[in-house]
């Protein structure tokens, strides 16, 4: 053979293996490029949250430093009283048996566990330690759910389940799988559309019907992995409202106005006094000064909303 036949040969070897890798790197490099869109779209959308929340905050803040001392019988700001409605409370109850933990947030605002508790217009969750007994202290932790009351100052909170909060890490891994998962089904999407048809325009009908099952076969495997995970949620909500033992309390401005006091009532706090005050050195003082809260209004309150907890 020649050897002008035979450096052609190759050459046309060259640019045919050429074009097969730039194709191979263009599908790769594609991939990444939806990836990373998909990476953005998301951050975007958190960035546009943390915005939003951060303006309602500021606001908030205003209504905490410009508030002035409100009269028996006037109405709480809603900006006043969702700035106190935020963050950390500490106390105790049943005369300082009990230490108290509690974190808050209102509706409008994104806090950690804000997705994984029950609605309402104030949730949070709760952490309490029994020190009744000596060898072992009681643990309890569930979230929380109420309501504020602007005409009277008094917060009304009961127990939900405990929420079933993931991980950073495992967050991060959730949204690595939905988008690599997002991606794959875009790019065979893409090749049941254009794939198989040649420069003529003439379809390939054993491609298509592969490009085809490739991309059931994708959206089949990503939709069971999902129901998987939902089911694995669904399983520890359970164990969380199995475990969960139903309590209420009811409080509002102490006669110092430095926090929150009221009574607590359940199984484990049988008609007990509580009382918080803020992590963030947040006063009660422009709150209007209340008829102290007993364990008698407590139990009419919780009679009225239909909760009885202590039985």
């Known amino acids: 053979m020649p050897l002008r036949k035979i450096y052609c040969i190759r050459l046309c070897c060259l640019l ?14 594609h991939r990444t490029v939806l990836l990373e869109l998909e990476r953005h779209e998301r951050i975007a959308a958190q960035e546009q949250l943390e ?22 019988g006037e109405i709480i700001p809603q900006m006043y009283g969702q700035a106190l409605l935020q963050g950390s409370w500490a106390g105790s109850a049943c005369h300082e048996r009990v230490l108290i933990e509690v974190e808050l947030a209102t509706a409008n605002h994104e806090a950690p566990f804000s997705k994984y508790v029950e609605p309402a217009d104030v949730i949070g969750t709760f952490r309490a330690v029994d020190h009744s007994t000596q060898s072992q202290p009681r643990i ?14 008094i917060l009304s909170m009961e127990a939900t389940p405990r929420p079933v909060i993931p991980t950073k890490e495992e967050m991060e891994e959730e949204y690595r799988l939905r988008d690599n998962a997002g991606v794959d089904i875009e790019l065979a999407s893409n090749e049941v559309t254009y794939g198989p048809r040649g420069p003529w325009g003439i379809e390939n009908v054993e491609q298509a019907e592969r490009n085809r099952k490739a991309l059931e076969e994708l959206e089949t495997r990503e939709t069971l992995r999902r129901k998987a995970k939902a089911e694995e949620y669904a399983a520890k909500v359970v164990a969380a409202k199995a ?8 409080i509002a401005r102490d006669s110092q106005g430095k926090g929150l006091r009221g009574f607590i009532d359940g199984p484990h706090f049988k008609g007990c006094d509580i009382r918080l005050a803020s992590k963030q050195g947040i006063t009660t003082d422009k709150l209007p000064p209340i008829t102290s ?8 309150r919780a009679r009225s909303q239909n909760f009885v907890s202590s039985q």
Do not use: M, W
Request: net charge negative; glycine share 8%; with cysteine.
């Open 16 to 29: 045919v293996l050429t074009g097969c890798t730039l194709a191979l790197d263009a599908c790769g490099l």
């Open 51 to 72: 915005k939003t929340l951060a303006e309602i905050t500021v606001k908030e803040q205003e209504a905490l430093a410009t508030q002035t001392s409100i009269k028996i």
């Open 140 to 153: 309890i932790e569930t979230g929380l759910k109420g309501t504020f009351n602007y005409h009277e100052g």
């Open 243 to 250: 475990e969960l033992v139903p309590f209420r309390f009811d």
């Open 293 to 300: 809260i007993t364990s008698q209004i407590a139990l009419q």
